[in-house]
């Protein structure tokens, strides 16, 4: 078993997709596992791991995405404390600049409370939105994508983020 793990919703695509790109990016199977959260029974599923990568889009005004919010009252029964959580987020900073990747923040508050270590923020420079939760001291709380206004960019994006992972994780 692997001390990293990638556990993302998605519902429409793209928050899967950049969480196979990130997967690929780290080494992938050989350094972490992957999972769904919607098919996630119970908390337990992140006990074996050291490092956890969580990843979710935004919906409407700052929503989670579906599957986290049905899964974040389990989520919150996770023992983080010993854990270091690196998050990535997808939203429309040009259709929803006003609540651009708040979904990000509310995994990142609800990891924070219990515990874990968070690392991986990521500068929010080259982005255009109106307000974001998920800006804190000037750094986004993990890596921001944008799959429909800047989608050419995610590659390197998460080139860079996954570099500055390994480090951070000790992959």
Sequence with gaps: MNKTAIFYGSTGGNTKEAATLIHRELGGEAVADIFDVSKLK??????PYENLILGTSTWGDGDLQDDWYDFL????????GSKKVALFGLGDQEGFGHAYL????????????????IVGAWEDEGYSYDSSEAVV?????????DADNQDELTPERVKNWCAELKKALSI
């Design 102 to 117: 708040n979904g990000m923040k509310t995994l990142h508050d609800s990891a924070k409370k219990l515990g874990a270590t």
């Design 73 to 80: 009252k389990e989520f919150e029964k996770a023992d983080l």
């Design 137 to 145: 001291n000037g750094k986004f709380v993990g890596l921001a994508l």
């Design 42 to 47: 119970d908390a337990s599923a992140f006990a």
